[in-house]
């Protein structure tokens, strides 16, 4: 099994940047390709960026393309996403998961194991 823990939200002004970070502890993380997803009020959850578990490949939603950037760290066993230039929109409680099956996953039924979620809040 494998443990995840969101690290980094809290309340950014509009225009600024973030840094979310993941922990893992458990399973080798280099096993798993990871997935960060991120669900607003009263929206489903929706996948943003993923990175295949030796950072080979990387994705990113349209939502998110040119803003965001996903990072793997097997040694640290840590995923970070970065983001720049937030809007109100961004505005979501932020997850890490993580896959054993699917090659950089954006989707929720691919994934294998989450993390509890970090709140990221954007004032306009």
């Known amino acids: 099994q494998l443990q995840l823990v969101e690290s980094g939200g809290g309340l950014v002004e509009a225009g600024g940047s973030l840094r979310l970070t993941c922990a893992a502890s458990?399973?080798?993380?280099?096993?798993?390709?990871i997935g960060w997803f991120r669900q607003a009020p009263g929206k489903e959850r929706e996948g943003i960026a993923c990175?295949?578990?030796?950072?080979?490949?990387?994705d990113y939603a349209a939502s998110v393309e040119g803003r965001a950037t996903v990072s793997k760290d097997n040694n640290k066993d840590t995923t970070t996403l970065q983001m720049v230039n937030l809007k109100a929109e961004d505005t979501a409680v932020y997850y890490c998961?993580?896959?054993?099956?699917?090659?950089?996953?954006?989707?929720?039924?691919?994934?294998?194991?989450w993390g509890k979620g970090t709140l990221v809040t954007v004032s306009a």
């Open positions: 458990g399973d080798p993380f280099y096993d798993y390709h």
């Open positions: 998961a993580a896959s054993s099956r699917v090659v950089c996953p954006l989707t929720s039924g691919a994934m294998d194991y």
């Open positions: 990175i295949s578990r030796y950072g080979g490949v990387t």
